[in-house]
């Protein structure tokens, strides 16, 4: 009973990093209704930096915050300049783009830090008083992060006036311009939303799997298995999808597959949500008539 517990609340300790990961993935898709392949590799990108400038003498949480910072910078930044020319292309076009930007940055990552797997300290002692049998320091602090952030960011969008703003542009862009939005802003603001919370994913992954150019490759498919769960055009559905996938994951890698084999948990979700129920638990099922 024991290790059931203790499996049941590691899974709910990585399911809020899948739970960042599909909440950033359905905020680009609510208004480019594309999946950002690169959503990891940016992550990534992110935590190596909070690495160097640790390594360079700063406190954690300064590296910490600043990351965040440079992440929403990076986020907003891409929308701008490279996304923004191919919203009217054709749907191969930008998953191409998509594609092209996760090589891009793997690349960037691996020829600025190599591809050498770095530790990665986390900023939670193993022998704190938080610390359990059931759940590790790390693991109770990463649970606390994420809990942070992803209420940070329901408040954020639930009573702020650029919250409501991004909220509309998501649900209907025409609309919202119409009554003076800033669209294009908008747009702007949600993919630099996603990057920092990407950073937030990445940083606490970095202390469990270490650093390398392909860190969040897994987490990036375990997020996306969340968000298909959750429904792919319903944030907070995503956000429970990612940590049930959290759960199943460990749940059904200690008790039924295995380790080796944990990664097919999350195929098996992908396609069992497609073939079952396209739009998730959580999400619409838009029907148009012909």
Known sequence: ????????????????????????????????????????????????????????????????????????????????????????????????VFIGLLLIINSLSGALFTYTIKPFASPFPSDAWYGSAYLSAHEVGMIFVTLVVLAL??????????????????????????VGVRVGWMLALGWGLAGLIGAVAGTMTAPVVYLDPNMMFGVLLYGFAGALLGGIDNAWGAVLGGFIVGILQNLAGAYVVGTELMVTVALGIIVGILVIKPSGLFGRTIVTRV
């Open 1 to 96: 009973m024991q290790a059931f517990l203790h499996q049941m609340l590691s899974g709910f300790a990585t399911g809020g990093i899948y739970a960042s990961i599909a909440l950033a993935l359905v905020m680009i898709y609510q208004t480019t209704h594309h999946v950002n392949f690169a959503q990891g590799e940016m992550a990534t990108f992110s935590t190596y930096l909070a690495w160097q400038m640790i390594e360079l003498g700063l406190p954690y949480w300064l590296a910490f915050l600043l990351t965040l910072l440079f992440a929403f910078i990076l986020g907003a930044a891409i929308e701008r300049i490279i996304v923004r020319p191919f919203y009217k292309a054709p749907v191969l076009s930008v998953v191409a």
């Open 153 to 178: 960011v329901f408040a954020f969008f639930r009573y702020t006036p650029l919250g409501l703003a991004m909220r509309a542009v998501a649900e209907n862009p025409v609309s919202s311009r119409l």
